[in-house]
């Protein structure tokens, strides 16, 4: 369960106070597929980076399983990003002179695994995303989009986390190879109960998901 | 992959990048190793010098100026002071003059003898020509004329000495006939050159004049050089006696128990004599020829850390450049879980590699350069000092003892024949190039990793996850 309560983060915009997120409040139950949709500057992936535990909020709490991660000391951070939460981003973000393999073994040596179980792993979870073997030695470059989409995706999910955060993920496909990715995403969230939170612009996307929340200046306008 | 295998890849995602960035450091760090090496081997032989000079003293009369009849004389009475020193062990005293020849100018003469009484029947194995032939450049004037006798013969030294076994300035010679002299012993025997014997058709047993004596040939010798066979040795009672300076000595060479107590010794020798000799140790004298290769060693030594600050220099520049070029990159790594340390240790594995890669050109460039660097450094700095020895006034004086110039400067025997030798060997230094220098060119390599990472570190530990968000 992620539970959201009065979240706040503020920046100092020269002697004026920005709220990017304003006293938030919501939860998500384990295993649903929810979207955050919103305008641009509406404070959406500075609410995902605050879910993500990439930045520390300046009000409020974060509960991941019942545990307060906004407590948490940044040393701390690192173990429970790389535990608990997986990132989907819309430029994918690979590390480009790693094969599709290597970069999704890389959360896997971060989390200290064997050599050998870590590239069993990694194929494992490129198998469940389509990939072929040929496909997974191949160097970022050399994929296309909705593949390199779909080794983040399985990046993401190496270290089993609890919470799956995609930030705009089909926001760089086309329609069909979107519909594919979150199709993707919709049913890990069901086959491994794995909370999945996507920000993104696409309504017929969030239309399709369990929760759909709504921002605009930084508010939680609709549920 | 683990990751510092992971650094290693990263090193070469630019190919060219790296390849000038291996190149770089190669020359930084091949030009500290051949400073290094130069450092090492200059300083070998420094150690070399200084332990091999020997222990001794030289000691002549205070402000002694060659020509002058002004010089004082040590006399036999302080030097039996320093006799008694402690730790002294043996004292080599010579007084030596100038005889002059038949048809010779006038010479400058030692102590208070009178200037016409040192003629000689002996004729100088030298021949003017022959001193022109080698550059001396040297005019003689008699009686305000050039014109010379048919029979001018160039003046001839008489080296009284209680040591007959080598000249005042330490040359051994080695005797051809006859037997050498004591000289303790106050006679007229005498030892000449065999050069000086065949030119004026003597030979062992044969007699000739100076001071107005009859002296015997004892003895012949060769001393390997054409000024040192211009020289008749006799005792050093002998020579007192005949030059009419009793007592008189003009330079003395002491000899110390142990290089330990070469510095005590002298001074105390110095406390003896006072003002009226000057008194040198042969690591004073030694001191002074080495000092062009104590420049190398500064200079090289400055070297050898600059061209290391250099390569530090230049890959914290890269290490800078490469991470404000993957901050998107750290944010990733950081987002999925990587934690500073590792990602630090990650882009110090780069680092590394690079340097690794540079030490290994760079021992090569040491390896080949060393030598011959350490070989043109030494052999340039002691032709200057050479040069400038040279060009310094009274080198004449002291190299050719030319008519009118009186007495040799006295150069203190055994001492005088270290320095020699070791002017001599002074360029003769080896370079090597040992497991001491490869595990400096290792050392320097990752005292240059770090330096240049230790910056980036800190880069890439302000780098915040949430940065890959923004960048988006």
């Keep these: 369960m992620l539970k959201v309560k009065d979240l706040s983060r503020t920046f100092q915009s020269g002697d004026t106070e920005v709220a990017a997120v304003d006293s938030i409040n919501f939860e998500v139950p384990d295993g649903q597929f929810a979207s955050i949709i919103g305008k641009s500057g509406s404070g959406k992936t500075t609410l995902l980076s605050l879910l993500g535990t990439l930045e520390k909020p300046t009000g409020g709490h974060i509960e991941i399983d019942g545990k307060d991660v906004t407590s948490l000391s940044d040393h701390a951070l690192v173990d429970y990003r790389r535990k608990k939460i997986g990132f989907v981003f819309q430029a994918y973000n690979l590390i480009p002179n790693l094969t599709a393999l290597e970069n999704v073994m890389l959360p896997l040596s971060f989390e200290g695994m064997h050599g050998t179980e870590r590239k069993k792993r990694a194929t494992e979870l490129l198998e469940q995303v389509g990939f072929t073997a040929d496909q997974m030695d191949r160097k970022p470059g050399r994929l296309s989009g909705g593949q390199q989409q779909r080794v983040a995706i399985a990046r993401a999910l190496a270290n089993k986390p609890s919470l799956i955060l995609a930030d705009e993920p089909t926001g760089n496909l086309d329609t069909e190879t979107g519909k594919m990715i979150f199709d993707l995403l919709h049913n890990l969230a069901k086959t491994q109960n794995t909370t999945i939170i996507v920000v993104t612009h696409d309504l017929s996307i969030a239309g399709k998901t369990d929760k759909s929340f709504t921002l605009s200046d930084g508010k939680l306008v609709s549920k | ?472």
């Design chain 2, 1 to 472: 992959m683990n990751t510092f295998t992971l650094g290693v890849r990263n090193a070469f995602r630019n190919a060219t990048r790296s390849l000038s960035i291996v190149i770089i450091l190669g020359l930084s760090i091949g030009l500290s190793l051949v400073m290094l090496i130069a450092h090492q081997a200059v300083g070998q032989k420094i150690n070399d010098v200084k332990s091999s000079v020997g222990n001794t003293i030289s000691i002549s009369p205070a402000g002694f100026v060659p020509g002058s009849e002004a010089n004082n004389a040590l006399t036999t009475s302080d030097l039996d002071k320093v006799k008694s020193l402690a730790h002294v062990s043996a004292l080599t005293e010579t007084l030596n003059d100038r005889l002059t020849t038949i048809g010779s100018a006038t010479f400058g003469r030692f102590g208070n003898s009178s200037p016409t009484n040192n003629q000689t029947s002996l004729k100088s194995p030298i021949n003017l020509s022959d001193v022109n032939k080698q550059g001396g450049g040297l005019h003689v004037m008699i009686d305000g004329s050039s014109q010379l006798p048919s029979n001018f013969s160039l003046p001839i030294q008489i080296l009284g000495t209680n040591d007959p076994s080598h000249l005042d300035n330490g040359t051994d010679i080695t005797i051809k006939s006859g037997k050498a002299i004591d000289g303790n012993n106050d006679s007229n025997n005498a030892l000449i050159s065999t050069d000086m014997a065949n030119k004026n058709n003597l030979k062992v047993g044969s007699t000739f004049t100076a001071y107005g004596k009859t002296l015997t040939v004892a003895g012949t010798f060769d001393s390997g050089t054409k000024g040192g066979n211009n020289t008749v040795i006799v005792s050093l009672p002998a020579e007192q006696r005949l030059s009419g300076n009793s007592g008189d000595v003009s330079s003395a060479t002491a000899t110390v128990d142990s290089i330990d107590n070469l510095e005590s010794a002298t001074a105390a020798v110095k406390n003896t004599l006072g003002s009226n000799a000057d008194v040198e140790s042969s690591q004073d004298q030694v001191n002074n020829t080495i000092k062009p290769l104590e420049n190398i060693q500064s200079v090289s030594l400055y070297s050898l850390v600059g061209a290391a600050i250099v390569g530090a220099i230049v890959i914290l520049l890269v290490m800078i450049m490469i991470v404000r070029e993957r901050r998107r990159e750290i944010g990733i790594l950081k987002a999925i879980g990587g934690s500073n340390s590792r990602i630090i240790f990650q882009f110090m594995s780069e680092a590394l590699t690079f340097t690794i890669l540079g030490a290994v050109i760079g021992l090569i460039i040491g390896i080949a350069g060393g030598g011959p660097v350490t070989n043109t450094l030494v052999t340039n700095s002691a032709n200057s000092a050479a040069n400038s020895q040279q060009a310094g006034p009274g080198s004449m004086v002291t190299r050719m003892g030319g008519p009118g110039m009186g007495f040799r400067r006295p150069t203190g025997g055994a001492l005088s024949r270290n320095v020699g030798g070791i002017r001599n060997t002074l360029t003769d230094i080896h370079a090597n190039v040992g497991w001491d220098i490869l595990a400096w060119g290792l050392g320097a390599a990752l005292f240059i990793a770090a330096i240049g990472s230790a910056f980036a570190g800190w880069l890439i530990a302000r780098v915040r996850p949430s940065e890959v968000m923004r960048a988006e």
